[in-house]
């Protein structure tokens, strides 16, 4: 893929992994195009070869989801070399995006992650793009799509033997952050630590200031059953805030105060509450004005994919290796030669 169609489709997929806040109830009217979809995707998986070469080891995989109706594409990041007797943890990294799939502006990201010493495995979860339009419809907005993220551990267990089912962690942006949250809250002994950055927290204060057609972009299927009035439990159960008692390990989260899509007077909900009441199990950090807003830590060169290093960026990344590496203890030796940290 050259530099400039790099640069197109980061833009239109940075679109898409903002939360999808700002679409019109017109845009949702026009058909997707699937087609484009699927060559997009086909692009961002050689890029993903592309940029494994010499790094990592990268293998494309499906699943059967936990659900029971739908397989789950994942990208699986390991090692090159696995060396010695201990076995590996492991993070299964959520991707941001009501609409989203793994992007290229994580390839520096993953590729330390493994330098560390960590498997990575990277769920494509029901409703992302590049996978069809029965994929596609199968949008379940913190329903089903969490049950596709949770079964990926099972995955990892089974078909990655060198990993440490005690050791696994879970990570998240945005959407994505949301679903991380809710994946440790319904399976309290499943993950042994938990990042959310910029996490979706409260379905009722989002649909409250997006706006009442911002519910047919979550939920186009009505899954949800209706509006918040008419289902509360349903928003409740979906909405991280109303779990914070369930929480039973480590978790690190992050928001920014010039946030435009989690805005927040959103974020800052679960971040009193954490420290009300998990105070020993959950560290948080607010950034007051961050370049990037919603994307701060994760904004990259679209045409080098190299992260843009700000001081912001910088203190995120490296809270959150420092806040992993303490609890998942990485084992290091046997994964080849090191490569240089963007975020160091």
Not at 95 to 116: C, M, N, P, Q
Not at 274 to 299: C, E, I, W
Request: aromatic share 10%; with cysteine; proline share 6%.
């Amino acid at each position: 893929m050259t530099a400039s169609a790099g640069a197109r489709r980061f833009a239109v997929l940075t679109a898409l992994c903002l939360g999808l806040a700002a679409v019109s109830p017109r845009s949702q009217e026009r058909t997707p195009d699937f087609a484009r979809m699927l060559r997009q995707q086909a692009e961002t998986d050689q890029a993903w070869r592309e940029a494994s070469d010499g790094f990592m080891r990268m293998e494309k995989i499906t699943y059967r989801s936990k659900a029971g109706d739908l397989d789950i594409p994942a990208f699986v990041f390991q090692p090159r070399h696995l060396g010695g007797s201990k076995g590996y943890p492991a993070l299964v990294w959520v991707h941001e995006g009501v609409r989203g799939h793994l992007d290229e502006h994580y390839i520096e990201y993953i590729r330390e992650a493994i330098d560390k010493g960590y498997f990575v495995i990277a769920p494509e979860y029901r409703g992302g793009i590049g996978y069809g339009q029965t994929f596609y419809d199968a949008i379940d907005y913190g329903g089903r799509e969490v049950d596709d993220v949770v079964t990926a551990v099972g995955v990892l267990t089974a078909k990655y033997p060198r990993v440490d089912a005690a050791r696994i962690g879970v990570i998240g942006w945005s959407h994505g952050g949301m679903i991380a949250l809710l994946s440790v809250m319904r399976n309290q002994t499943m993950f042994k630590a938990a990042v959310a950055i910029v996490p979706v927290t409260n379905l009722f204060q989002r649909l409250a200031w997006k706006g009442a057609d911002y519910r047919h972009v979550i939920d186009p299927q009505n899954r949800l059953g209706g509006l918040p009035s008419e289902k509360p439990q349903v928003y409740k159960d979906r909405s991280p805030l109303y779990s914070v008692d369930k929480l039973q390990i480590p978790l690190l989260v992050h928001v920014a105060r010039n946030d435009e899509d989690v805005n927040i007077e959103e974020g800052m909900q679960l971040v009193d509450a954490l420290r009300s009441r998990k105070a020993s199990l959950a560290q948080t950090k607010v950034y007051d004005n961050p370049p990037g807003g919603h994307m701060f830590d994760r904004r990259v060169d679209s045409r080098t994919w190299q992260p843009e290093n700000t001081p912001d960026q910088r203190d995120s990344w490296n809270r959150v290796w420092t806040f992993l590496d303490r609890n998942l203890d990485p084992a290091r030796e046997g994964s080849g030669p090191p490569t240089p940290s963007p975020t160091r």
